[in-house]
Nanobody, 127 residues
Framework: QLQLVESGGGLMQPGGSLNLSCVVSGSMSDYHTIGWFRQAPGKDREGVAS????????HYADFVKGRFTISRDSAKNIVFLQMNGLQPEDTALYYCAISRLPITRAAPLYTGGYGKWGQGTQVTVSS
């Protein structure tokens, strides 16, 4: 059974950095995309970044380009989200998820394309 466990969240001052981790246990052979998403209170869940497992190409939401970096340690099945220049509007519950649907190849940040989700890790940015 595939499981995803996020960690690395916390409280950070504006301008600070956090590195989130997502450990994927179980076989990923049927899956091609791993993504990071976030959901702030009262808002819809939104795509942040994703990575294709077959070529490691990455995709980012406009609001994090240049600040966040997604990467993957294939040997350990861990996906990271390095977050720099954090702002209060980045405050949210951050989730990792994995997809095997064809739609995700065309729309890698589309929430509906992901079928397996972790429980999330809270990121709070405040002075």
């Amino acid at each position: 059974q595939l499981q995803l466990v996020e960690s690395g969240g916390g409280l950070m001052q504006p301008g600070g950095s956090l590195n989130l981790s997502c450990v994927v246990s179980g076989s990923m052979s049927d899956y091609h995309t791993i993504g990071w998403f976030r959901q702030a209170p009262g808002k819809d869940r939104e795509g942040v970044a994703s990575i294709f497992t077959y070529d490691h190409s990455t995709h980012y939401a406009d609001f994090v380009k240049g600040r966040f970096t997604i990467s993957r340690d294939s040997a350990k099945n861990i996906v990271f989200l390095q977050m720099n220049g954090l702002q209060p509007e980045d405050t949210a519950l951050y989730y990792c998820a994995i997809s095997r649907l064809p739609i995700t190849r065309a729309a890698p940040l589309y929430t509906g394309g992901y079928g397996k989700w972790g429980q999330g890790t809270q990121v709070t940015v405040s002075s």
